[in-house]
């Protein structure tokens, strides 16, 4: 299969003609040899299709790189004019690096050149004039390099009358075309360099960069994150269409196309795909573009972006609610396998509450309890439980005995003991640090909390040994 490179993207032209011809028009740059006639493909058989070869160095003139809108035939003669008529009239162009088509004079079974660029899709035509260039608009532009060798291919279905094309077939030039079928996957390649002509803007050519990769959610948290590029276009023309190729440490992975507008000078996040993080994993993402509106990119250095994306956390777990005894009515509790977790919120099952990772609480009376905790993080939270079932221990007043009020409070915060002496007093915030202390032994307190940011705060109390935690609320 011969290679091409196409430079050619969907740029519809505003433009619907009757006739191949355009009147006293001329190209910007042609090959003109003023000699030479093929009946090849437009006057020869039905379902013809003939690929030419042309080089720069064909031309009359330089030819720049950009944005090829027109190109033009030189037509002979025509066979029963004035009105000639084409069925599925077709053209595509490519560019390749060959310098000639296969062969050295008539050589058959060619490849015909494959992935050429559909410049004027399949569409009945009409001509009347002859002795002239036929000016052919293109309905999707294309993009001219400036210094490879074009491929232009003309095919038709079926044609009445028909017309022969300026074609030389001086030997010189080498073999310049392979003809044939154009249901066909071969030809035959022979000499014959097509009088051809072009109209171009130059430097008009696409330029797509990716700037970076974004996850949403962050990365934060592990789990799964859907993967964006950002895309911009630095070039002259608006791009409708693009590719993204990517891969994942090293593994190529399915490319995604587009169709999205993205006019000059704009940018915009592109979806590629969904990706499961693991915390502290790293992960290697190399993702590029290419063939914006079709066609190679024409500045290929910014078109990939190589990224390392590491999730530095994970949601909170462990694997269960562990109970020590303490005493006869005391007891420690902690968790199985912690990990990743910040903070902590004990529920008793008493009314009783605590922050610490891993309290201890002194229970009233017997009875079946359900002890719960929460645990949480930047990334979210879990709960788990644990049934408790004390039979036979000691009852405990303290919880009871110990008076706690106003509550809301705003000011002063009274506590008292109504049978014993409190030895210590300790205040946490919600994050549990330590926000007020009183180791003074006494059955009474006032303790000022005006200056307490609101919201909600946990009181434990230590008498004989013995620990109770409430719950009070800062207005």
Same mark, same amino acid.
């Given at each position: 299969?011969?290679?091409? &490179?196409?430079?050619?993207?969907?740029?519809?032209?505003?433009? #619907?003609?009757? $006739?191949?011809?355009?009147?006293?028009?001329?190209?910007?740059?042609? @090959?003109?040899?003023?000699?030479?006639?093929?009946?090849?493909?437009?006057?020869?058989?039905?379902?013809?299709?003939?690929?030419?070869?042309?080089?720069?160095?064909?031309?009359?003139?330089?030819?720049?790189?950009?944005? *090829?809108?027109?190109?033009?035939?030189?037509?002979?003669?025509?066979?029963?004019?004035?009105?000639?008529? &084409?069925? =599925?009239?077709?053209?595509?162009?490519?560019?390749?690096?060959?310098?000639?088509?296969?062969?050295?004079?008539?050589?058959?079974? /060619?490849?015909?050149?494959?992935?050429?660029?559909?410049?004027?899709?399949?569409?009945?035509?009409?001509?009347?004039?002859?002795?002239?260039?036929?000016?052919?608009?293109?309905?999707?532009?294309?993009?001219?390099?400036?210094?490879?060798?074009?491929?232009?291919? /003309?095919?038709?279905?079926?044609?009445?009358?028909?017309? $022969?094309?300026?074609?030389?077939?001086?030997?010189?030039?080498?073999?310049?075309?392979?003809?044939? $079928?154009?249901?066909?996957?071969?030809?035959?390649? =022979?000499?014959?360099?097509?009088?051809?002509?072009?109209?171009?803007?130059?430097?008009?050519?696409?330029?797509?960069?990716?700037?970076?990769?974004?996850?949403?959610?962050?990365?934060?948290?592990?789990?799964?994150?859907?993967?964006?590029?950002?895309?911009?276009?630095?070039? =002259? &023309?608006?791009?409708?269409?693009?590719?993204?190729?990517?891969?994942?440490?090293?593994?190529?992975?399915?490319?995604?196309?587009?169709?999205?507008?993205?006019?000059?000078?704009?940018?915009?996040?592109?979806?590629?795909?969904?990706?499961?993080? @693991?915390?502290?994993?790293?992960?290697?993402?190399?993702?590029?573009?290419?063939?914006?509106?079709?066609?190679?990119?024409?500045?290929?250095?910014?078109?990939?972006?190589?990224?390392?994306?590491?999730?530095?956390?994970?949601?909170?777990?462990?694997?269960?609610?562990?109970?020590?005894?303490?005493?006869?009515?005391?007891?420690? &509790?902690?968790?199985?396998?912690?990990?990743?977790?910040?903070?902590?919120?004990?529920?008793?099952?008493?009314?009783?509450?605590?922050?610490?990772?891993?309290?201890?609480?002194?229970?009233?009376?017997?009875?079946?309890?359900?002890?719960?905790?929460?645990?949480?993080?930047?990334?979210?939270?879990?709960?788990?439980?644990?049934?408790?079932?004390?039979?036979?221990?000691?009852?405990?007043?303290?919880? $009871?005995? *110990?008076?706690?009020?106003?509550?809301?409070?705003?000011?002063?915060?009274?506590?008292?003991?109504?049978?014993?002496?409190?030895?210590?007093?300790?205040?946490? =915030?919600?994050?549990? #640090?330590?926000?007020?202390?009183?180791?003074?032994?006494? #059955?009474?307190?006032?303790?000022?909390?005006?200056?307490?940011?609101?919201?909600?705060?946990?009181?434990?109390?230590?008498?004989?040994?013995?620990?109770?935690?409430?719950?009070?609320?800062?207005?």
């Amino acid at each position: 299969m011969l290679k091409t &490179f196409i430079y050619s993207f969907a740029f519809l032209l505003a433009i #619907q003609f009757y $006739s191949l011809v355009s009147a006293a028009q001329s190209p910007q740059f042609k @090959v003109y040899d003023n000699i030479g006639s093929s009946f090849v493909p437009l006057g020869s058989n039905n379902n013809n299709l003939a690929q030419f070869l042309l080089k720069p160095n064909d031309f009359d003139a330089p030819v720049p790189s950009g944005t *090829i809108t027109t190109i033009y035939v030189f037509v002979v003669a025509t066979l029963n004019p004035p009105n000639i008529t &084409f069925t =599925n009239f077709k053209v595509r162009m490519g560019m390749t690096q060959d310098q000639n088509t296969p062969g050295s004079g008539l050589t058959t079974n /060619i490849s015909f050149y494959d992935s050429l660029k559909v410049v004027v899709p399949a569409q009945n035509k009409v001509m009347s004039s002859v002795g002239t260039w036929a000016a052919i608009p293109l309905d999707s532009a294309f993009y001219y390099d400036g210094t490879s060798n074009l491929i232009v291919e /003309i095919s038709q279905s079926a044609y009445t009358g028909g017309i $022969s094309l300026r074609v030389n077939d001086n030997l010189t030039f080498g073999n310049r075309q392979i003809f044939g $079928s154009s249901g066909s996957q071969t030809g035959s390649s =022979n000499t014959g360099r097509l009088n051809f002509g072009l109209d171009i803007i130059p430097g008009v050519m696409p330029d797509m960069t990716i700037d970076t990769l974004i996850t949403d959610p962050s990365l934060a948290c592990d789990g799964n994150k859907i993967i964006r590029a950002v895309l911009s276009n630095n070039g =002259n &023309f608006d791009i409708d269409s693009f590719k993204i190729n990517w891969e994942l440490n090293s593994v190529p992975k399915p490319g995604i196309s587009f169709i999205h507008a993205l006019p000059i000078g704009a940018s915009d996040t592109f979806i590629i795909d969904t990706v499961t993080f @693991v915390q502290n994993t790293p992960m290697n993402f190399k993702v590029w573009t290419l063939e914006p509106n079709g066609v190679s990119d024409f500045n290929p250095t910014n078109d990939t972006v190589i990224q390392n994306l590491i999730a530095l956390n994970s949601m909170p777990s462990a694997s269960n609610i562990v109970v020590t005894t303490v005493g006869n009515d005391s007891f420690h &509790f902690s968790l199985l396998n912690p990990e990743n977790i910040d903070q902590y919120l004990w529920d008793f099952g008493d009314g009783n509450s605590s922050i610490l990772a891993d309290p201890e609480h002194v229970y009233a009376q017997a009875g079946n309890y359900v002890v719960t905790v929460i645990i949480s993080n930047e990334c979210g939270s879990d709960t788990l439980s644990k049934n408790l079932d004390l039979v036979g221990i000691k009852d405990v007043t303290l919880n $009871s005995s *110990i008076l706690l009020y106003p509550n809301p409070v705003t000011e002063i915060l009274t506590v008292q003991s109504t049978d014993r002496a409190i030895n210590s007093i300790l205040i946490y =915030n919600v994050l549990g #640090q330590v926000v007020y202390e009183d180791s003074k032994a006494a #059955q009474s307190f006032a303790i000022p909390v005006s200056e307490f940011p609101r919201g909600i705060y946990l009181i434990q109390f230590t008498s004989n040994k013995k620990k109770v935690t409430k719950k009070f609320q800062k207005l």
